[in-house]
């Protein structure tokens, strides 16, 4: 069908992808449902995240498996934060990246979601986690609704972050995309903090917003174009995001045809 209609938004990068990432949030699909998604949608993911301390969860035959199965078709596979910020209170960082290496991992995610973590501890587990050889991923803001960081707050986060050796830098949205973040009570975009992360840390290719809800990622498509990073996308959304970056959805087709 493609060699008839082109796409109504031209410019979305093929992988490998410097940006314009999708980050797909796994709370558990089986090996035949991780295969069926990785055929149908590999060529539009980048990074796959198993949730918060899933990964301790799956029988560990079916974890490397699983994690093999998401390498071996071109994607970054990491576990979800939480489990990180645990291993965090149990003084056990070294131990886990060491066992994340083991079973596959290619990257790691650094937050203090739910913790409390001094800018120098962060650095130094950033550092870490990039000297033993993965890709990091860390994320600022705070999972509770009652625990808003200001927009200043997380610029200033975001480009620690950079310096210390992150890769991308995710802002919170959880998998409600509701009341953190950026995003008020209703999932939408609170525009004075994000106006101000945005002018404070100057970086927006190296930011993963994660958008779960559909009219957010339409409104990020509609501020930055096709090549925004998103994160936080259900497995079985991934197709929906993409058609939605290209134009062939009515929630982005329309802002095309009106112009034109």
């Given at each position: 069908?493609?060699?008839?209609?082109?796409?109504?938004?031209?410019?979305?990068?093929?992988?490998p992808r410097?940006?314009?990432i999708t980050?797909?949030?796994d709370?558990?699909?089986?090996?035949?449902e991780?295969r069926?998604?990785l055929?149908l949608?590999?060529?539009?993911?980048?990074?796959?995240k198993?949730?918060?301390?899933t990964?301790?969860v799956?029988p560990?035959?079916?974890?490397?498996?699983k994690?093999?199965?998401i390498?071996?078709?071109g994607?970054?596979?990491?576990?979800?934060?939480?489990f990180?910020?645990i291993a965090?209170i149990?003084?056990?960082v070294?131990?886990f990246l060491e066992r994340a290496?083991?079973?596959?991992?290619?990257?790691?995610?650094v937050?203090?979601g739910?913790?409390?973590?001094s800018a120098?501890?962060?650095?130094?587990i950033?550092?870490?986690?990039?000297k033993a050889?993965f890709k990091?991923?860390?994320?600022?803001?705070?999972k509770?609704?009652?625990?808003?960081?200001?927009g200043?707050a997380?610029?200033?986060?975001v480009?620690n972050?950079?310096?210390?050796?992150?890769?991308l830098?995710?802002v919170?949205?959880?998998?409600s995309?509701?009341?953190?973040?950026i995003?008020?009570?209703?999932g939408?975009i609170?525009?004075?903090r994000?106006?101000?992360?945005?002018?404070?840390?100057?970086?927006?290719?190296?930011?993963?917003?994660?958008?779960?809800?559909?009219?957010?990622?339409?409104?990020?498509i509609?501020l930055f174009g096709?090549?925004?990073?998103?994160?936080?996308?259900p497995p079985h959304e991934v197709i929906a995001?993409?058609?939605?970056?290209l134009g062939?959805?009515?929630?982005?087709l329309?802002?095309?045809?009106q112009?034109?």
């Open positions: 069908m493609k060699e008839i209609v082109k796409s109504p938004i031209q410019g979305r990068v093929g992988k410097q940006f314009g980050m797909v949030m709370k558990g699909l089986g090996l035949a991780t069926d998604f055929a949608g590999s060529e539009y993911v980048d990074f796959v198993l949730a918060f301390g990964a301790a799956y560990p035959a079916i974890l490397q498996e994690i093999a199965l390498k071996d078709s994607n970054d596979v990491y576990p979800g934060g939480t990180l910020e965090i149990q003084k056990k070294p131990e290496g083991c079973v596959g991992f290619t990257a790691i995610e937050s203090d739910t913790i409390e973590l120098e501890r962060r650095r130094t950033i550092g870490m986690a990039a050889g990091v991923l860390s994320e600022v803001g705070k509770d609704p009652r625990q808003k960081t200001s200043r997380m610029a200033n986060a480009l972050d950079l310096d210390a050796g992150s890769k830098v995710i919170e949205g959880r998998e995309g509701r009341g953190v973040g995003y008020d009570k209703e939408h609170e525009q004075e994000f106006e101000e992360l945005l002018s404070c840390s100057g970086v927006q290719n190296a930011i993963i917003w994660e958008a779960p809800l559909k009219d957010q990622q339409s409104a990020l509609g096709p090549n925004v990073n998103m994160g936080n996308i995001l993409e058609s939605m970056r062939l959805r009515n929630d982005t329309k802002s095309v045809y112009r034109d």
